[in-house]
T-cell receptor, first 116, second 109 residues
Framework: ETGVTQTPRHLVMGMTNKKSLKCEQH?????MYWYKQSAKKPLELMFV???????ENNSVPSRFSPECPNSSHLFLHLHTLQPEDSALYLC???????????????FGPGTRLTVL | GQNIDQPTEMTATEGAIVQINCTYQTSGFNGLFWYQQHAGEAPTFLSY??LDGLEEKGRFSSFLSRSKGYSYLLLKELQMKDSASYLC??????????WGAGTKLIIKP
């Protein structure tokens, strides 16, 4: 595997379900990100991990819970979601967090999430 | 507040040239990125500008004017596969990327 991979690619869940999204990067990067992408809206940064430490949480509701066990893996745990949470969830990685070209982010294919 | 503006949609003809503009207002500046995103796929990195001027990469070029808070992506010899959304993003003083909503480019034969 190369680049950034995400599983599952598609997920349908009820409002009472608990599920997890997985992201893995094979680029030797130290920073990983979760984004939400809704139709015709800018990418919304949710969480940032730099060297396995969470450095940013952009006012994300607690029904989204990230986990970063090592610099190659990132999870997003989901519980009691709302229909408005339906979106494309993208994972990305960069060499490190700190500005400049090392912040160039490489994205996974995303998980298309539908909450019923 | 911080803001990135791009046209929502543009149409161009195969073989032609198109310029996609991006204007920004951010607290600080740590570089400007352009990404391409085909429908249903991940964004892919196209270019990075931090100094004023034009950066050329094959058929794609990106221009930056920091004093004007302005950038453009220039696509030459358009091909049908260039039909995609083009995202502009600016690094602010906290090294956070501020993203535009993207410009959907439609290429017609």
């Amino acid at each position: 595997e190369t680049g950034v991979t995400q599983t599952p690619r598609h997920l349908v869940m009820g409002m009472t379900n608990k599920k997890s999204l997985k992201c893995e990067q094979h680029l030797g990067h130290n920073a990983m990100y979760w984004y939400k992408q809704s139709a015709k809206k800018p990418l919304e940064l949710m969480f940032v991990y730099n060297f396995k430490e969470q450095t940013e949480n952009n006012s994300v509701p607690s029904r989204f819970s990230p986990e970063c066990p090592n610099s190659s893996h990132l999870f997003l745990h989901l519980h009691t979601l709302q229909p408005e949470d339906s979106a494309l969830y993208l994972c990305a990685s960069s060499q490190e967090r700190g500005g400049g070209p090392t912040d160039t982010q490489y994205f996974g294919p995303g998980t298309r999430l539908t909450v019923l | 507040g911080q803001n990135i503006d791009q046209p929502t949609e543009m149409t161009a003809t195969e073989g032609a040239i198109v310029q996609i503009n991006c204007t920004y207002q951010t607290s600080g500046f740590n570089g400007l990125f352009w990404y391409q995103q085909h429908a249903g796929e991940a964004p892919t990195f196209l270019s990075y500008n931090v100094l004023d001027g034009l950066e050329e990469k094959g058929r794609f070029s990106s221009f930056l004017s920091r004093s004007k808070g302005y950038s453009y992506l220039l696509l030459k010899e358009l091909q049908m596969k260039d039909s995609a959304s083009y995202l502009c993003a600016v690094g602010d003083s906290n090294y956070q990327l501020i993203w535009g909503a993207g410009t959907k480019l439609i290429i017609k034969p």
